[in-house]
């Protein structure tokens, strides 16, 4: 059983990365739940404030994803319907089959929803999208650090408790 919970705990952190980049998947959460299953071997003592602390800050994270996208719309002079449209690019750069279709999405999502908040000003429109990209590239970069500092834990906890694995 620890073997299972070690190689579904893995993929967990490893998803956890990839999560970062997907708008359908919370990255640093699906990574602590990596943390987590690698916690409910018998082979690594369970630290239950190690696990509480990864969990907030994973939670934390969450949270702050929704609202960094939209204070970088917010702050370039953006709209509701910048922050929609940016969701939207998302959405539809994810499926797209073009490269970087997530980043081209948000640009272009967030500029149609301006362009349709107020046609006229398009200066502030570019300006509204380009916020609502640096918005969605900081929250990426969050979330993979984190991912990535989660995918570390793992591999750390597991190489200092590795003989217990397989004894």
Do not use: Q
């Not at 539809?92 to 279709?101: D, K, Q």
């Not at 398009?122 to 999208?129: E, F």
């Not at 929250?139 to 834990?153: D, H, R």
């Amino acid at each position: 059983m620890d073997t299972f919970l070690l190689i579904v705990g893995f993929l967990f952190a490893c998803l956890g990365i990839i999560g970062s980049f997907l708008p359908v998947l919370p990255g640093p959460i699906t990574g602590w739940v990596g943390l987590l299953l690698l916690h409910l071997t018998k082979a690594v003592p369970s630290n239950t404030s190690f696990l509480v602390i990864t969990f907030i800050i994973a939670i934390v994270i969450f949270i702050l994803d929704y609202f960094i996208p939209a204070i970088g719309t917010k702050r370039f002079g953006g709209s509701k319907y910048g922050v929609y449209g940016t969701t939207i690019g998302l959405i539809v750069g994810l499926l797209s089959p073009i490269p970087f279709g997530i980043l081209i999405g948000a640009f272009v999502g967030a500029l149609i929803g301006e362009l349709i908040y107020d046609s006229k000003d398009t200066n502030r429109a570019l300006k509204a999208s380009f916020g609502a990209f640096l918005g969605f590239l900081a929250s990426v970069t969050i979330k993979f650090s984190v991912a990535v500092v989660y995918l570390v834990l793992f591999i750390v906890k597991f190489w200092e408790y590795k003989g217990n694995f397989w004894s």
